[in-house]
Nanobody, 129 residues
């Protein structure tokens, strides 16, 4: 059974940094892409970043490019999201999700929540101004 556990959220001042972790079990990162999504109060869930060993790709939403960095540790089956220069508009519940990546090869698939098969619980990130 694929399971994901997100952690690392908290309260930080604008300009600060946080590192989120997504620990996985029941699958390997060689086969699954891991995406990070976020949902702010009253807003739709949006894709933030995705890493895929299958496709050898890393993707970011325009709003976080240059500030966020996604990485993975295969030995720990864990994906990280390093978030720097945080802004109040980054405040949201952040979720990680896993997608069996082999057949997901069209442009932008990683942005679509329904393409992911398994979701972790969210972790709250609050950025104060």
């Amino acid at each position: 059974e694929v399971q994901l556990q997100a952690s690392g959220g908290g309260l930080v001042q604008a300009g600060g940094s946080l590192r989120l972790s997504c620990a996985g079990s029941g699958f390997t990162l060689d086969d699954y892409a891991i995406g990070w999504f976020r949902q702010a109060p009253g807003k739709a869930r949006e894709a933030v970043s995705c890493i895929s060993k299958t496709h050898g790709s890393i993707d970011y939403a325009d709003s976080v490019k240059g500030r966020f960095a996604i990485s993975s540790d295969n030995g720990k089956n864990t994906v990280y999201l390093q978030m720097n220069n945080l802004k109040p508009e980054d405040t949201a519940v952040y979720y990680c999700a896993a997608a069996l990546a082999y057949y997901k090869d069209y442009e932008g698939w990683w942005r679509i929540a329904s393409e992911y098969d398994n979701w972790g619980q969210g972790t709250l990130v609050t950025v104060s101004s």
